[in-house]
């Protein structure tokens, strides 16, 4: 019997509902990277929840702060009072902003900070005389947020597709998937041709009505921490600039540190036009993203009657003051250099794992940012038999081992398998030992399940 099978037959029927009907035992308690359930069974976080909670969990300097500010306030709407840990948060944030990036805004989650982004693109076109400007370019696949607005922005079919009559669909590029291509071309040129796809469709659309270019610095489950060619990044900002588009980073997943930098961006020194947070920014702790925009934007809009968006906790202190703790122990504990170290070290065990199995296409990312595909062919790079449901089988077996791991299908959502493996910032080597022993058996036992034979 599985573990979903035992917590489904064991526990009383929920009134909850989420993506399925697949139930997971309860969580009882979490610590560092591990969380155990009700029986006291201890899983390692191996994602972090969703790459969420970048500081491990039940950091005790976070906890002091938020017990603190719940002893002053736990609400204070914007409309009626400002408040400091809002405040301060805003200014620390604006210190790890690219130079310009000097105006914030709150809000709870990723979804939010994307459709804030697209909000204030567009009320900045109305505002400066550009009212034809509303097409945001995105690119295929990608993952934006889940609300109708950054659905439309969103290539990702599986997510996408029941919502498509009730949305405007936005035009896409293809992401820069350079590692699966088989030319005769350098890195560095696939990465201009891949770049310059933005150019022939901003004019396939018309510059006049082309807002804006959105994209994940460094992708996130929709492509598998995806990387670019470095060519790829002064190619996209010298296009944006040439026809007066604005560049949207989402950093939600690769943002606050996660990958070695406070920024995913910062690895090529991008110059983006407005930038989404969240994930790591409050870390599992609260609700908490952001917006972050230069005044240059921000200033036409308030100026031609204000910004007409907002959420009721954007900006909430308790939240606010999680961030800031946050904060303050990615950069006393060094966290940042840490994300790159066991970064570093876990990417060469990932990349062992690909030697000892043929059906390891490909490992890639950045820091704590990882993840592997799963190809039939690597010659080819072929993904697997869709039949074989092999991104979710690999989490189940995983999860069953006491590792938490997350998955998502590559090309489009529809096939290409591929794992993340993406550890909290202060994950140590002997832990990065654990996971990697875990996975390893897993593999094994993925390979003995659907015809895959492990290379010894």
Same mark, same amino acid.
């Given at each position: 019997?599985?573990?979903?099978?035992?917590?489904?037959?064991?526990?009383?029927?929920?009134?909850?509902?989420?993506?399925?009907?697949?139930?997971?035992?309860?969580?009882?308690?979490?610590?560092?990277?591990?969380?155990?359930?009700?029986?006291?069974?201890?899983?390692?976080?191996?994602?972090?929840?969703?790459?969420?909670?970048?500081?491990?969990?039940?950091?005790?300097?976070?906890?002091?702060?938020?017990?603190?500010?719940?002893?002053?306030?736990?609400?204070?709407?914007?409309?009626?009072?400002?408040?400091?840990?809002?405040?301060?948060?805003?200014?620390?944030?604006?210190?790890?902003?690219?130079?310009?990036?000097?105006?914030?805004?709150?809000?709870?989650?990723?979804?939010?900070?994307?459709?804030?982004?697209?909000?204030?693109?567009?009320?900045?076109?109305?505002?400066?005389?550009?009212?034809?400007?509303?097409?945001?370019?995105? /690119?295929?696949?990608?993952?934006?947020?889940?609300?109708?607005?950054?659905?439309?922005?969103?290539?990702?079919?599986?997510?996408?597709?029941?919502?498509?009559?009730?949305?405007?669909?936005?035009?896409?590029?293809?992401?820069?998937?350079?590692?699966?291509?088989?030319?005769?071309?350098?890195?560095?040129?696939?990465?201009?041709?891949?770049?310059?796809?933005?150019?022939?469709?901003?004019?396939?659309?018309?510059?006049?009505?082309?807002?804006?270019?959105?994209?994940?610095?460094?992708?996130?489950?929709?492509?598998?921490?995806?990387?670019?060619?470095?060519?790829?990044?002064?190619?996209?900002?010298?296009?944006?600039?040439?026809?007066?588009?604005?560049?949207?980073?989402?950093?939600?997943?690769?943002?606050?540190?996660?990958?070695?930098?406070?920024?995913?961006?910062?690895?090529? /020194?991008?110059?983006?036009?407005?930038?989404?947070?969240?994930?790591?920014?409050?870390?599992?702790?609260?609700?908490?993203?952001?917006?972050?925009?230069?005044?240059?934007?921000?200033?036409?809009?308030?100026?031609?009657?204000?910004?007409?968006?907002?959420?009721?906790?954007?900006?909430?202190? %308790?939240?606010?003051?999680?961030?800031?703790?946050?904060?303050?122990?990615?950069?006393?504990?060094?966290?940042?250099?840490?994300?790159?170290?066991?970064?570093?070290?876990?990417?060469?065990?990932?990349?062992?794992?690909?030697?000892?199995?043929?059906?390891?296409?490909?490992? /890639?990312?950045?820091?704590?940012?990882?993840?592997?595909?799963?190809?039939?062919?690597?010659?080819?790079?072929?993904?697997?038999?869709?039949?074989?449901?092999?991104?979710?089988?690999?989490?189940?077996?995983?999860?069953?081992?006491?590792?938490?791991?997350?998955?998502?299908?590559? /090309?489009?959502?529809?096939?290409?398998?591929?794992?993340?493996?993406?550890?909290?910032?202060?994950?140590?080597?002997?832990?990065?030992?654990?996971?990697?022993?875990? %996975?390893?058996?897993?593999?094994?036992?993925?390979?003995?399940?659907?015809?895959?034979?492990?290379?010894?």
């Amino acid at each position: 019997m599985t573990i979903e099978q035992k917590a489904a037959r064991e526990r009383p029927a929920s009134h909850l509902f989420y993506q399925s009907r697949l139930r997971r035992p309860l969580a009882e308690r979490a610590e560092g990277i591990y969380i155990w359930d009700e029986n006291g069974r201890k899983v390692i976080d191996g994602s972090s929840g969703a790459m969420v909670v970048n500081i491990g969990h039940s950091n005790r300097t976070v906890l002091d702060a938020m017990k603190r500010q719940m002893d002053k306030a736990t609400f204070a709407y914007r409309l009626h009072f400002e408040n400091q840990p809002a405040e301060d948060l805003a200014r620390r944030l604006v210190g790890y902003m690219p130079e310009g990036l000097d105006k914030v805004f709150f809000v709870s989650g990723g979804s939010e900070a994307v459709e804030s982004c697209l909000k204030l693109a567009r009320q900045w076109a109305l505002a400066t005389r550009q009212d034809s400007r509303w097409k945001v370019i995105s /690119r295929f696949p990608s993952y934006h947020g889940s609300t109708l607005g950054a659905l439309a922005v969103t290539g990702y079919d599986a997510l996408k597709r029941p919502f498509l009559p009730m949305i405007k669909d936005m035009p896409r590029i293809k992401a820069p998937t350079a590692y699966l291509d088989r030319d005769n071309l350098s890195m560095e040129e696939r990465g201009v041709r891949y770049a310059d796809m933005l150019e022939e469709k901003i004019l396939e659309e018309g510059p006049e009505s082309v807002l804006g270019f959105i994209m994940e610095p460094i992708g996130g489950a929709s492509t598998g921490a995806l990387v670019a060619p470095d060519s790829y990044f002064p190619r996209i900002r010298e296009i944006c600039d040439k026809y007066g588009i604005l560049l949207i980073h989402d950093e939600v997943m690769s943002g606050a540190g996660r990958t070695g930098k406070y920024l995913g961006g910062d690895h090529w /020194r991008c110059r983006p036009d407005i930038i989404a947070l969240s994930k790591g920014l409050g870390a599992g702790y609260c609700p908490l993203g952001a917006m972050l925009a230069p005044s240059r934007l921000v200033q036409p809009v308030l100026d031609a009657g204000g910004f007409a968006h907002g959420y009721t906790y954007a900006g909430n202190p %308790l939240a606010c003051a999680a961030g800031l703790a946050v904060l303050d122990v990615i950069e006393r504990q060094d966290l940042l250099a840490n994300a790159t170290h066991i970064g570093t070290l876990l990417r060469t065990e990932l990349e062992g794992l690909a030697e000892r199995y043929p059906f390891i296409g490909d490992v /890639r990312g950045k820091g704590l940012l990882l993840a592997a595909e799963f190809v039939s062919d690597r010659e080819t790079m072929a993904p697997l038999p869709r039949h074989f449901e092999a991104y979710q089988r690999v989490v189940d077996i995983a999860y069953d081992r006491g590792l938490i791991i997350y998955s998502r299908r590559t /090309r489009g959502g529809v096939e290409g398998d591929h794992f993340l493996v993406c550890p909290p910032m202060i994950t140590t080597a002997e832990q990065v030992a654990e996971i990697v022993t875990i %996975l390893d058996a897993t593999l094994e036992q993925l390979a003995g399940e659907i015809p895959l034979a492990a290379r010894k």
